[in-house]
Structure formats: structure tokens, C-alpha cells
């Protein structure tokens, strides 16, 4: 192996990632080819092995035991924070060209995607600086302090989507309330962790604190079915969610889910049309369509149907679909073959279905030669036959939109709500007590009204229905990697073994009239 992590094949040199474990280098005895989306060519190698999660597991237990982490004050861990978002904006560039080459993702999101995460350490950095405990009295006697532990031993399961930035949703939180962390990153985005790591190591953050292990679902089960592991944090689909759920929740951990998604955005005849199209255009192919909140059902309303999708297309048509290191790329490839197989396959039956194709369907033309063996699909738009579809119903998680119209408020909110998710939710008017009636009734976790995909540090974020349980960012998100403690504390007379000792100055007083 050479000494930046590549090793030669005789081809080309490929980059190797393994777990970190109490801060060393674990190779694992399972390996696994990393595949470039965008050509089809593998780059890199991951290696992993349960007995490794078991050592993780273990490692972690022993760092929770030792309280150096957990007894370390908030202005402490703050100030580390601080250093962390300065490592991060200090490797942007590197990070970004990993997650883009991992997931395919265009570069100028992943480049933006790691900037932000810089502003999540600054956010709870600031949070755990200003937090204070709750009190409150009881009686004359007697007060009752409530205190915010960590869980202990938490797992942070992270999507391919988003290994980085969805990741530090997870982590700086997390790490902000005390616990001792095991991250598993997905198995074609192992190496943005690894970054993360050395940059928390040269912040000051104890080797031992953060365990990552690579792998995949044999890996995944050993964590989240272990005792030794207190909670688990998932991003994923709802299969998944579910899966992991019943292995967590059986044993009565604390499991927090972001699942999956297939959020309605809702456009009423009174909304200005150029800036929703935009907003849909946006909503749905950032990332390629790999994105858990993707507004991919579309309702309009029928009398601005014809104009909407005439202004639909012609934006659809005018995005550029390639290599995704170039920044004026828009959309880049799906990030596996079987992805894009599962998608392929959706938008044949959507086609049995009765659904109509406006734009896209098959792959984009004019890609350069070296992009030939990648996994491309344009973006899509389809005309709903009928609310009953898969293509309606199921999330395809790829740049895919079907849209339906609508007559009336009350037949709008009715398509949008017969979902199994409830993740978010967008729509558009310029009628304020429309806003109030719909976002109101809307069954989602987010609803965005006149904008789409608004997402911050500060805003708690999650679903409900199957799309997940729980929030991240925000206070909420804190409070999820938290266990409250009631502390009770007494000054006044000694307690009757035998009895109930009045506390009250009223119950004392009738006492001592007896």
C-alpha cells in the first residue's frame, strides 16, 4: 500500500479504506470492488469483518466507562466544535471529490453539502454553550433538578446519499451530548468517515471516541442487534428502517429513523408559475433524484395544467445531465447498476400502467466516451394515469417525477395525504388563509410553502407515517442522543419509614395542630 492510502494493481492504483478502531487501522478479511458511477471503473476497495463491529462495539463500551468524554464540559466541547468546522471547510474540496466520486452525486452539490456541514458543528457549538438544565420546586422543601445525559454507546447508520453531510446531522449532536459513537458509513461511500476522523483528530477529540466500521448488511447486524450498543441512528429506506427497528426496538434501545419518502408539492392555480417550476425542477433532480425528500409527486391544479407543464419541460430539457467533477453539471449518474435496474424497471410498469412519458424515460445522448459505462438515466417526467400507479406511490429515489391534476383545496390535500410517507410536503399560492388551512392539514414531518427543500441546522427534521421516527437538527435533534434524569432533593425533615410525611407548609401546619 502507498502511502496515501492507494495501492498498485498494475493498472491503476486503487484506494483502500478499512475500519478505525480506538484510532488504528483495522483491515477487515472481506473485500469489496468500489465502483465509479459515472464510468462503470472501480477506484478503490473497502474491507471489513463482523468480528471487527464486535471490537468496535467493545472499544466504544470501554471509552463510555472511562467518562473522559462524557465528563468533559460543554465549553470544552464547544470549543473543540469549533475546530472541527474549521478541519472541514479546510478539506471542502478534498471531501466533496470523494463523495462525488463515491455516490456520482455533481460536484458543485457535494462541495456545497460539505460547507454546510462545517455550519452544523458551529450550530451546536453554540447550542451546548448556551443550554441550561431545568429546576423547579417541588415544595419549601424540596426541588427536583432534570439532567440531560447521554445515551451511551450510539450508532450512526449513514445513507449513500449523503455519507458526509447526513452523517454530521448525526455526529455533531451525537458528539454534543456525550456518547461514545460507532459510525457505519454504506458500503460505496466508505471513505469521507475516514476524513472526518483525522479532521476530529486534529481538533483534539480522543482517538477513542468515534469507532467507524466498515461494512455491509452482516456488519449492520451485528451492531444494531448488539446489547453493548444503546441506541442506533439510521438514514435509509423504510424497508431498512424496518428491519433495523425490530432488531432495536426488541431489545428496547432507543432507535431514531429517517426513512423514506414520497413527498407531494402542490401547485394551486394562484402560485407564480416560473418560480414553482423552479422549485419542482429543483426539488426533485437535485442529487439526481437521490434524495430522500424529493418532491416526486407533483399536483397541479387542472386550470394551470397546460402552462405548467409546458414550463416543466421546457426547464427539464435545459439541464445538463454528465460528468459529475464538472461543476456546471446538474445531474450526474445513479449511484449503482441495481439502483438504476430497480428504476428502469418502475418506469416500464409505469408505462403498462397507463402513465404518459412527457420527457426523459431512457439515457441521456451525447455523453463523452469515457462516461459510456456508467449508470445514467435522463431526467424524467411522467403524466399520472390514476393515483393507484406504483410510480405514484413507491419512491423510485432517482431523478423520476410524475405529476396529476387536480380540481379543488379539498382533492388536493386528499392526493397528497394517501401516502404511506409523510416525510415533507410543499406547495404553492398567494392565499394567506390558504396557507394556514393547508399547512395545517398536509400529514408530513416538513411542509415548505412557497419554497422547497429548505433544510437547516437549526429546523428539526423527520417524518412521519413510514417515513421515520424521531427528529434531527435543531434543540430536538440534541435531545434525541439524550436520556433525562429527574433529581430529586430533599432538605427538609427526615422521611417516616412507616408513613407519608406531609411536605407541604399547609400539610405541616394541620401536623402540627394534631
Known sequence: ?????????????????????????????????????????????VSWSEKLATEAIEAARRNFARRAWVDCTR?????LFDAISRGVESRADELAELETLANGKPIAATRAEVLASARWWQYYAALIRGLRESHFRNSATKRTLLEHEPVGVVCLVTPFNGAFSLGTWKLAPALAAGNSVIIKPPVNSPGSSLILAEILADAGVPGDVVQIVQGGATVGRVLVEHPGVDMVSFTGSTEAAQRVGAAVSGRLAKFVAEAGGKSAHVIFEDADVE???TAVVQGVFSGTGQTCVAGSRVLVQRSIAAEFHAALIARVTQLRVGDPHD?????GPIATRQQLERIQGMLRQAKLDGAETLVGGTAPQNLASHLSGGYWLSPTVLRSAG??????????FGPVLTTIEFESEAEAIELANDSEFGLAAGFWTNDARRIERVSQRLQAGTV???????????TPF???????????????????????????????????????????????QEEKLK
Not at 461543476?327 to 445531474?331: D, E, F, K, Q, R
Request: proline share 6%; hydrophobic share 35%.
Open 1 to 45: 500500500m502507498n502511502d496515501d492510502g492507494t495501492q498498485g494493481n498494475g493498472r491503476a492504483q486503487l484506494r483502500s479504506f478499512s475500519s478505525l478502531i480506538d484510532g488504528e487501522v483495522r483491515v477487515g478479511d472481506t473485500s469489496e470492488p468500489l465502483l465509479d458511477p459515472a464510468t462503470g471503473v472501480q477506484w478503490g476497495e
Open 75 to 79: 465549553s470544552e466541547r464547544a470549543d
Open 275 to 277: 418560480e414553482a417550476v
Open 327 to 331: 461543476p456546471a453539471t446538474h445531474l
Open 387 to 396: 393515483a393507484t400507479e406504483d410510480i405514484w406511490r413507491q419512491e423510485a
Open 448 to 458: 415548505w410553502v412557497n419554497c422547497y427543500r429548505g433544510m437547516d441546522w437549526e
Open 462 to 508: 423527520g417524518g412521519v407515517k413510514q417515513s421515520g421516527l424521531g427528529r434531527e437538527n435543531g434543540v430536538e435533534g440534541l435531545r434525541e442522543f439524550q436520556q433525562v434524569k429527574s433529581v430529586v432533593i430533599d432538605s427538609g425533615q427526615a422521611p417516616d419509614p412507616f408513613g407519608i410525611v406531609p411536605t407541604t407548609p399547609r400539610a405541616l
